[in-house]
């Protein structure tokens, strides 16, 4: 049995592609043509030199001592905020525009919610010279306004959508609906491992390239090419995905994933959908997601904003169900908190979803010579004026 994704497209009984008719035979042709191309020589040739020389990688794996002797173990911090545009998000966004041209499309769409991923498509679009949509609740462009910027200075038309809460998942219905419209010429770039069958496996293939350098080099730091633990963040699931790719079905190594609990998983007030959640359809996929008992989408509540969804990868919630993964809701002081602590600790200011994942160190028992890799996901320059408003959240570190 492997926790990836199995030839019907599904992890479990989660994961599938419920498209609406008329985007069947676009998101068949997809699905039949993104393996192949993926591991085509003159794919990953291209794919892995932009990664490179544009993006910056490998980024690097850092052994962060003040925190390893905090915490009682090895800790490794893999640098995913090192990398252009601040993110994990540009290995995926570059991967999927490649595959639009190989594709013949002449056209990108994308969703976006705060803006990190409307940001590492509007690059790409201007790195490939293609025009680019990207669709933002209205409330999320007033809120992101530095982001929106950043958008339409790399080209980008942005539209603003009012339908629902003017959030996420309202863009992200009104991207879907481009879609319908303009199947032919069009191609939809998704942010995470969410969406219809190929998207979250074809996410996580492009991610994958974060547990291949793990592996590289902790052989060459540590002489041993696993780790005892891996752990990361889950917004819908993207950078998680990513880091554990060559390791999910290794069993000597634990994963543990965070999401955001907001103001508490049992609060009403949280983006916690693997333990808030019921398994439903959202965006294409069976997956859990946080609803009424009526179906409706709840909306999601987090202070960090790319943690914010109602739904969950198919793949994490599959590996949540199969206890494959532990996995901890952290709430928004606990972040908070964390990345102060690392920010003081090692001089790293984390993005605030990383801090997710810093927080579930206190919930953890190592020993001292585990083998600890947390993926550092983004870089906290964004959530500045955040972690300042919130410094009473900070504990002792809020003092200043
Ligand atoms: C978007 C984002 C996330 C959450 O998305 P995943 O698909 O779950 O990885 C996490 N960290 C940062 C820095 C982000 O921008």
Wanted: aromatic letters at 8%.
């Amino acid at each position: 049995m492997s926790y990836l994704v199995d030839d019907k497209g599904f992890y479990g009984e989660y994961g599938g592609a419920y498209v609406p008719e008329i985007l069947y035979a676009t998101v068949e042709h997809l699905k039949n043509e993104y393996l192949e191309a993926i591991e085509s020589e003159a794919f990953q040739k291209e794919y892995m030199s932009l990664l490179r020389d544009y993006v910056g990688r490998p980024s690097p794996l850092y052994l962060a001592r003040r925190m390893s002797a905090k915490y009682g173990c090895r800790l490794y911090l893999k640098r995913e905020d090192l990398n252009h545009t601040g993110a994990h998000k540009i290995n995926n966004t570059i991967g999927q525009i490649l595959l639009a041209k190989r594709m013949g499309k002449k056209r990108i769409i994308a969703e976006t919610g705060a803006g990190q991923h409307g940001v590492a498509t509007a690059t790409v679009c201007a790195l490939m010279d293609m025009p680019c949509v990207v669709y933002q609740g209205a409330l999320d462009v007033q809120r992101q306004h530095t982001n929106v910027e950043r958008m339409k200075m790399l080209g980008a038309e942005i539209r603003p959508v009012t339908s629902g809460n003017g959030t996420l998942k309202d863009a992200t219905n009104e991207a879907i609906r481009d879609w319908c419209c303009h199947p032919a010429d069009t191609f939809y770039i998704i942010g995470s491992t969410v969406g219809p069958h190929p998207y979250p496996d074809m996410v996580a293939r492009l991610q994958s390239i974060i547990s291949k350098e793990i592996k590289e080099q902790l052989a060459e730091k540590t002489g041993r090419d696993y780790p005892d633990y891996l752990m990361a963040c889950v917004g819908g699931g993207s950078n998680a995905a990513g880091t554990i790719y060559h390791y999910v079905d290794d069993d000597r190594v634990k994963i543990v994933l965070a999401e955001a609990g907001g103001k508490g998983a049992d609060s009403g007030h949280t983006a916690a959908t693997i333990h808030a959640g019921s398994l439903g359809i959202l965006h294409g996929a069976r997956t859990l997601v946080m609803q009424t008992s009526d179906g409706q989408i709840v909306e999601a509540e987090s202070i960090s904003a790319g943690l914010d969804y109602p739904g969950i990868g198919p793949m994490h919630a599959n590996l949540a169900a199969k206890r494959r993964a532990t996995v901890f809701s952290i709430n928004d002081d606990e972040a908070v908190r964390a990345a102060y602590e690392l920010t003081r600790l090692e001089g790293i200011i984390p993005a605030l979803e990383s801090a997710h994942a810093l927080a579930a160190l206190p919930k953890m028992q190592f020993k001292t010579d585990d083998v600890v890799v947390l993926t550092v996901s983004g870089r906290g320059d964004k959530d500045v004026e955040t972690y300042l408003a919130n410094k009473e959240m900070a504990g002792e570190y809020g003092d200043f």
